[in-house]
């Protein structure tokens, strides 16, 4: 797969296929520590994420698969057995097309494109450092409560690695931070109302959902460094208090995502 942690696509056991990043992963064993905690966040507020799981991958899967490695230059880095992270592929690969971009005249046509607001909402308050990256895939979609359906486009929100400003598990902001770059999905908006439910939720987000996330994680992921996750969770929970300014100063951002707001 692309990108720095330098996932790879498996097939688990339960039939599922795993985008999975590895605990020795080039860009910081902490990436995975953030992928479960923001997916257990994620989780809570509803948020369209793909689902995510701990990946066991034995010594026998690695013998019997060599080119399983990752690579940083011209050295070869073996992949250690054990837990690692995985965020569940939207159906079998060979038979569902993914997309990582629409173009403007389907991308209204997304039926959930309420969630680039959502998803917003969430990155200002974990300090995504990351740009928000997001899949699209065709899906029947049925309406609420009812029966058969028609395809549609639906986006899925991936990647949270750079939660926390990724390895550095810490909070800096910028105007433009969480922002998706085809600014098309952030027309309606305009007010923080258009925010709701998800800055309600996370305002008054519960404190045994963060301690949720804290458990989920294997112990060898944070060996040596459970003091500073605790400070980090402290520090998230405070900063709920924050995300209305946190919002309204992505207008001023180099470019003005809200033209709509007034």
């Known amino acids: 797969m692309r990108g720095g942690a330098q996932a790879h696509l498996l097939e688990a056991d339960d039939g599922h296929w795993y985008v999975v990043k590895f605990r020795n992963n080039p860009q910081h064993p902490r990436i995975l520590v953030n992928e479960l905690v923001a997916s257990t966040l994620l989780d809570y507020l509803k948020i369209a994420t793909p689902e995510t799981a701990l990946i066991h991958v034995s010594a026998a899967f690695l013998a019997a698969n060599p080119e399983l490695h990752l690579q940083l230059g011209?050295?070869?880095?073996?992949i250690p057995p054990g837990w690692h992270f995985g965020s569940r592929y939207p159906g079998d690969p060979g038979r569902v097309a993914?997309?990582?971009f629409l173009p403007d005249a389907l991308l209204p046509a997304v039926v959930n494109l309420d969630d680039f607001r959502a998803?917003?909402?969430f990155d200002r308050w974990v300090a995504n450092a990351d740009g928000r990256q997001s899949v699209f895939y065709r899906a029947?979609?049925?309406?609420?409560g009812g029966s058969g359906g028609r395809p549609g486009f639906v986006a899925r929100m991936i990647d949270h690695g750079f939660a926390f400003d990724g390895p550095n598990w810490d909070f800096p902001d910028s105007a433009?931070?969480?922002l998706y770059p085809r600014r098309?999905?952030?027309q309606s908006v305009r007010s923080l109302d258009d925010f709701q439910p998800w800055l309600?939720?996370?305002?008054?987000?519960?404190?045994?959902?963060?301690?949720?996330?804290?458990?989920?994680?294997?112990?060898?992921?944070v060996d040596g460094e459970e003091d500073a996750l605790d400070r980090l969770l402290e520090r998230l929970f405070e900063r709920r208090s924050r995300l209305p300014e946190l919002i309204?100063?992505?207008?001023q951002a180099r470019t003005n995502p809200f033209p709509n707001w007034t």
Do not use: M, S
Request: net charge neutral; proline share 8%.
């Open 74 to 78: 011209t050295r070869r880095i073996e």
């Open 248 to 251: 309204a100063a992505c207008r």
């Open 119 to 121: 998803i917003l909402v």
């Open 200 to 221: 309600e939720q996370v305002t008054h987000f519960p404190e045994e959902a963060i301690d949720r996330a804290w458990k989920r994680i294997p112990p060898n992921w």
């Open 140 to 144: 029947l979609v049925r309406p609420e």
């Open 98 to 100: 993914v997309y990582d």
């Open 184 to 186: 098309l999905v952030y």
């Open 176 to 178: 433009a931070q969480g």
